[in-house]
Every structure is written in C-alpha cells, then in structure tokens.
C-alpha cells in the first residue's frame, strides 16, 4: 500500500514515524511539501520520497492523505483531483467537512475525515473518523491503521459529531494542561520546589488516568472513594464546586464545539 503525505508538518510526521515503527516500508511513502527544508528532514530523518508539487506519487498512491492547513485544503484539492482515480483520501485539516471537501474535488466521494490529537506525537494520540458512504470496509481499515499508528481511534456515523470529538479530544489536551498548570502552580505557592511541582503534578495526572483506565467503575466513583468526609479532598472539591468549576469545563467544550460549526461553516463557504 503506497500513501501520499500532502503536507509535511508536525502531524504528518508523527502518523510517519508511527507507521514505519509498526513496520511501514519509507520507501513506499511519499510527502508533497512546499518548503525545501521540510522536503530535506523528511527525507533525511525518515527515509522518505519528497515532492514540491502534487503529481506521480499522488497518482500512484492508494491513499492520499492531506495534512495540509484548512484555509490551504481547497486550493491542495484542485491541485490532487486531476490525479484522483480510486484512492482513498483522508483529510485531518480541522474543520473541512467531507461534503465540502467532495464539492472542491469535483464530486469525489472517497473520503475519511479524521481529528487526530497532539499526544500523536508521542504515539498516544486519540483520533476520531467519519467516513463517507462510499467508502469501502478495506478503505476504512487502512484508515484506521494509519490513525491507529500513533494512538486510539474510534468511528463517528454522523459527521456532525465530528464537532464533538473535535472540542473533546481535539481541543482536550490544552484543557489537562490548563489543569496541569494550576496544580503545579498551587504547589509552587505552598512551598514546594519547581522541580517537584512538576513531577508531582505530572505524576498525579498520570496515576490518575491509568487508574480511571483499569477500573469498571466511572470516575465519579473513583473520586468519592479518596473523598473522606471532612477531609482535604472533600474541602478541595466543595471549593471547586461553590467555584462552579465542573460547570465551567462542560461549558467551554460546549463553545469549542460550537466554534468548530462555525468553522466549518466559514471555511466551507470558500468556493
């Protein structure tokens, strides 16, 4: 199975390395990309073909994957439609539904949408795909292998759910290190040295997530079993809740999800 990269940034690098460490052959990958330094580390550092401009490796490939900047796709699109025959195209530019995405590439509809994360970049990223109808099982299996190379992945049946996944995961990790960054500075102001801030703060997130992984019950559960009555957790939680924070999260995954229709009402307007 030969992929072509359209784009060669952080992302595309990341699925790259993830597929060669589970085995991928370089030589069978190709990325288009517009900057020569790119072109250079891609190349040097992955064993990859390079191109400036899309053209034979597109047209070769079975899958061609578009890793380029939304405000980019549509002109990408009519650069790669002349080269389409009967590959499948995975575009993870946020917000670019697949029917708009289709309109740019002349009526094609072999599409898969996908939201990767940015722990991809450390091989535990969680990406979420939508694809079109015509997509065939096998065209979704190597889909999801390519998005399964760098973390989890996991099916939407409705696209507009992508807006949800988008303000979860998408957006998500900004939120644990929002969270991440409070703790490790309540601890600096209660006396403990940068260093240990850091690692216990980040140590905790991390203890915290493998026991929610490994246990049946839900997280609120797990939390009132280390919630002694009149306790320090229980103080800390009542001062979160009078702060309306639990709230607050729900309300700002809300506006992100909101923010990602508006985007990709804006951005499918493009003609």
Not at 47 to 57: D, T
Not at 114 to 139: C, E, I, K
Not at 182 to 194: I, N, T, Y
Request: aromatic letters at 4%; glycine letters at 10%.
């Amino acid at each position: 199975m030969r992929i072509a990269f359209i784009g060669g940034g952080n992302m595309a690098s990341a699925l790259i390395g993830g597929l060669t460490r589970k085995g991928y052959v370089p030589q069978d990958i190709d990325v288009v990309e517009v900057d020569p330094a790119a072109r250079e580390r891609l190349s040097s550092t992955l064993g990859v073909g390079v191109a400036q401009v899309p053209g034979a490796e597109v047209a070769a490939a079975d899958i061609v994957l578009l890793a380029v900047k939304p405000q980019h796709l549509r002109a990408v699109a009519s650069a790669v439609q002349p080269l389409l025959s009967a590959q499948l195209v995975v575009s993870i530019a946020a917000g670019i539904r697949a029917a708009d995405l289709s309109r740019w590439l002349r009526g094609y509809g072999l599409i898969v949408r996908a939201m990767p994360n940015t722990p991809a970049l450390v091989l535990a990223g969680a990406s979420v795909l939508f694809a079109m109808p015509s997509v065939t099982d096998a065209q979704r299996s190597a889909a999801q292998g390519i998005l399964g190379a760098v973390g989890s992945t996991l099916w939407v049946d409705r696209e507009e759910l992508m807006d949800a996944a988008t303000a979860v995961s998408g957006s998500g990790p900004a939120y644990v290190l929002y969270f991440i960054e409070a703790l490790e500075r309540a601890a600096l102001e209660l006396g403990l040295l940068p260093a240990q801030a850091r690692q216990l703060s980040l140590d905790t997130f991390l203890g915290a997530v493998r026991l929610a992984q490994g246990a049946s019950e839900e997280p609120a559960v797990l939390r009132a079993r280390v919630t002694s009555k009149g306790g320090t957790t229980e103080r800390a939680i009542r001062c979160m809740e009078e702060a309306g924070v639990n709230q607050s999260v729900v309300q700002a995954v809300k506006q992100a999800a909101q923010r990602s229709r508006e985007l990709g009402d804006d951005l499918g307007r493009v003609e």
